[in-house]
Every structure is written in structure tokens, then in C-alpha cells.
């Protein structure tokens, strides 16, 4: 078995971390002109200029008398989920806020808490783990960590994706936000390694009681962004929690075994899932993926309610 410990040092507040993070989440002018003539053109779409509309109203309703309080995530003002403009998001606020199925989203302009219409989730039982991914695992090429280069992983995930528009939503503004959380100890990264100890893969996410909310991967290498997510649900699984929220299909996250539900169904689940004890601080992988590798979903489950029941 590969034991992996990921670095617990904590000094996110010193001047010097301060300093890279700031030239880490440096976005030039150039690049945010080319974000906002990119999320303008996103937005006009046909699939969703119909949303635009709601979307003015909300803005308008916000200028006019916009209040602190989280919106109700089941009364969007659009197709698209947007439900309030975002104020004051401290840790403390998007923990709450994701515990009632909203999370922040804007490619420009103010955030907008967000409830989709359908979620898609991950119940681990359902997780499926290919044969080749399996393979891969076992070749010991990989080593995967949490929590040990979470800033590095946001700049990867906002990065440029082949076949892809370069619009990202992980802007500085939203880096920063989610750095901030992390340092409280809510949103956690996976890192995955190659064997010259290059970041090759990860993805990172936010935590709340027993419900994990998966926010954006990356691979530079294949299926390393997989393996890495693997490695991951293995470990939400052996701790209790009961869901990965990955908000929007994608073709990954499907092979895996996500699937979506309706708003309703997503926000009972999700009720239960948050109720449960929460997993705060830094985490520390205790296996690496040649364990997970001959990992069946139901294993974790069944040791689980065997613990329970001693």
C-alpha cells in the first residue's frame, strides 16, 4: 500500500505566500478583455440569450433594494438557475450557501448565486471505475495528494482547453474567494503526480458535512484528472459523505457513473447529506491509487455500517 501524506504546513498568511498568490492569480489586461468579449458572446448564445432576460431583472431588483440574504435556491429568476447577485462572500457565507444547493458563477460582472435546474451527482455506489483506469492504477506511475498545491490547481483548471473557447469562470476575483476557503479549511484539491514529481492532473472542490461539491479538474496527461477524482471518492466514501455534487455534465463525469436529477430530488439529497459531521482542515490521502485500483464502491459502504454497528 502507498501511503501519501500531503504537506500540513499551514502558512497561507505569511507575507510571502501573500506575494505568490498574488502573482499567481495576476490576470493580465489583455486576458480580461478577452474574458469579457468571450462571456459576452457565451452569454448570447441561443441556447441561452433567453435567460438574459431574468438575468436584467435580477441586476435591476439587486440595484434597487438587493439584501444580504441568501436566495431561495428553488425560485431562479432564469432557466439557467440564477437566483441572487452574490454580497459580502466570506468563507462562512459560501459554506452556508452550498449547503442550501447555491454556489457562486459570473465569467464578468458580479457573481450570481446559482441552483441549475438538474444536478449531477455522484452516489458512490454508483461509481464506475473502467477497465483501463483500473490498469493505470495499478501501474504505480501516479502518486495523488489533497490539499497540497490548491492555488497551483485553480490556475491549472482555469488554464486553456483543447477544443474549448478560453473563457474560464475561475477568474483571480474567484481564486482568491476560494483560496480564502481552503485556508478556512472548506475546499480542498487533489493533486496527481507523474513519477519526476510534475503536477500532472487534480481538481479541486468544497466540502460540507457529508456532500462534496466539485468545482473544475484538469489533466496534462490522460486520464490523470480521472485517476486523481477516483483516489478521491474512495476516500468521501470511506468517510462518510454521501455525494458529489459536479453541477453540469460533462463526458468524464458521465463515464464515471453521475448522473442528473431534478432540483428537488438534488436539494432532499442534498439535505441529508449536509446534516452529517463535517471533515474541516487539511486533508491527507491514506492510500494511493494502487489500493483503489482493486476497490469495489460497495466495500467502503459495508465497512462503514460495520463500524457503525460496533
Known sequence: MTELVAAS?????TPQVSEQRQALFREPVARRVQRVVLGTAWAVQPSRIGSLPGLARLWLADLVGGGRELPDPRRPANAMGACGIVHDPTPERLVEAYG??????????????????????????????ERTLRRLMRQGRYTVTFDRAFDEVMVACAGRRRG????????????????????????HSF?????????????????????????SQFSHERNTSKLGLTVLHWHLARWGFLLDDGKWPTPTT???????????????????AVARPGRTGRWVAE???????????????HARRSSQAA
Open 9 to 13: 504546513v499551514d502558512s497561507a498568511n
Open 100 to 129: 442550501r444547493g447555491l454556489f457562486p458563477l459570473a465569467h464578468f460582472g458580479p457573481l450570481k448565486w446559482m441552483s441549475p435546474p438538474d444536478r449531477c451527482i455522484l452516489t458512490f455506489a454508483d461509481l464506475h471505475i
Open 164 to 187: 474549448r473557447w478560453p473563457l474560464t469562470w475561475i477568474t483571480p476575483r474567484v481564486m482568491r474567494l476560494y483560496a480564502e476557503l481552503h485556508d478556512a479549511g472548506h475546499a
Open 191 to 215: 493533486e496527481v503526480w507523474n513519477r519526476t514529481g510534475a503536477l500532472v492532473g487534480g481538481g479541486y472542490g468544497v466540502a460540507v458535512g457529508g456532500a462534496f461539491f466539485g468545482e
Open 254 to 272: 458521465c463515464a464515471m457513473g453521475f448522473r442528473c436529477v431534478p432540483r428537488e430530488e438534488f436539494l432532499a439529497l442534498l439535505g441529508d
Open 287 to 301: 492510500t494511493g491509487p494502487e489500493t483503489v485500483a482493486h476497490w469495489r464502491p460497495e466495500d467502503c459502504a
